[in-house]
């Protein structure tokens, strides 16, 4: 199983940007996807997540309003969408998939990584 993170990039603060997270190797629509990010010198945080079906989203709660967590089965991606980006917003993020089987067994895995940084 592979996820792929599209490019992060650079941001003047107020600005927006849209990451993706493709998998292959698996079916994406069993899975749980999650955002998560590490700024330098801190702990890595859960940003968004989102049921695999796509019905429920969690988000933390400083990005609430902000960032929309979003995915296509279809397309075997999942989005983040990232308005009025602030400085603090400035992290390594990335993307997760997370299933438990009917035997309790569970199956994470992780992208590689991408860099957002936002400018003031």
């Known amino acids: 199983v592979q996820l792929v993170e599209s490019m992060g990039g650079l941001v003047q603060a107020g600005g927006s940007l849209r990451l993706s997270c493709a998998i292959s190797?698996?079916?994406?629509?069993?899975?749980?996807m999650t955002w998560f990010r590490q700024a330098p010198g801190k702990q890595r945080e859960l940003v968004a997540s989102?049921?695999?079906?796509?019905?429920?989203?969690n988000y933390a709660d400083s990005v609430k309003g902000r960032f929309t967590i979003s995915r296509d089965n279809a397309k075997n991606t999942m989005y983040l969408q990232m308005n009025s980006l602030k400085p603090e917003d400035t992290a390594v993020y990335y993307c997760?998939?997370?299933?438990?089987?009917?035997?309790?067994?569970?199956?994470?895995?992780w992208g590689q990584g991408t860099q957002v940084t936002v400018s003031s």
């Open positions: 190797g698996s079916t994406f629509g069993i899975y749980v």
């Open positions: 989102i049921s695999s079906s796509g019905g429920s989203t």
């Open positions: 997760s998939a997370f299933e438990k089987d009917d035997r309790g067994f569970e199956y994470d895995y």
